[in-house]
């Protein structure tokens, strides 16, 4: 059964061409679902069934430094709300519920 991990490894990037580097070292490792660089906090998110190890050895084979901060289950998406969202305006405002009735020559009915 295939159950992804979230690795999280600090690594020193100090320009783009770094990201760029380290992005393309280990993008090219199998069973990676996704990869995301955080230039300001020096940091490498791995998503996926790679093991870390073999990550942070792509990434000192380039000549990064890098060091496993945590391994662990990636957060479960949001679930997306329901309900409709009213705009900041409208919060003050009642909601207003209506009926309608397939027109047959009589009235309309709006509460």
Same mark, same amino acid.
């Given at each position: 059964m295939y159950i992804p991990q979230k690795t999280v490894i600090k690594v020193t990037i100090n320009c783009q061409l770094c990201k760029k580097d380290v992005l393309k070292a280990v993008t090219k490792l199998p069973g990676i679902d996704?990869?995301? !660089?955080? +230039?300001?906090k020096g940091t490498l998110t791995v998503v996926g069934? !790679?093991?870390? !190890? /073999? !990550?942070? @050895?792509? /990434?000192?084979?380039?000549? @990064?430094?890098?060091?496993?901060?945590?391994? +662990?289950p990636p957060k479960p998406p949001e679930p997306k709300p329901s309900l409709l969202l009213l705009p900041p305006c409208c919060n003050q405002?009642?909601?207003?519920?209506?009926?309608?009735?397939?027109?047959?020559? +009589? /009235?309309?009915n709006i509460l």
């Open positions: 996704t990869v995301a !660089v955080d +230039g300001q069934d !790679v093991d870390p !190890v /073999l !990550v942070v @050895k792509r /990434l000192r084979k380039i000549g @990064k430094t890098a060091q496993i901060i945590s391994v +662990g405002c009642e909601l207003v519920g209506f009926r309608y009735a397939p027109y047959d020559g +009589g /009235l309309c």
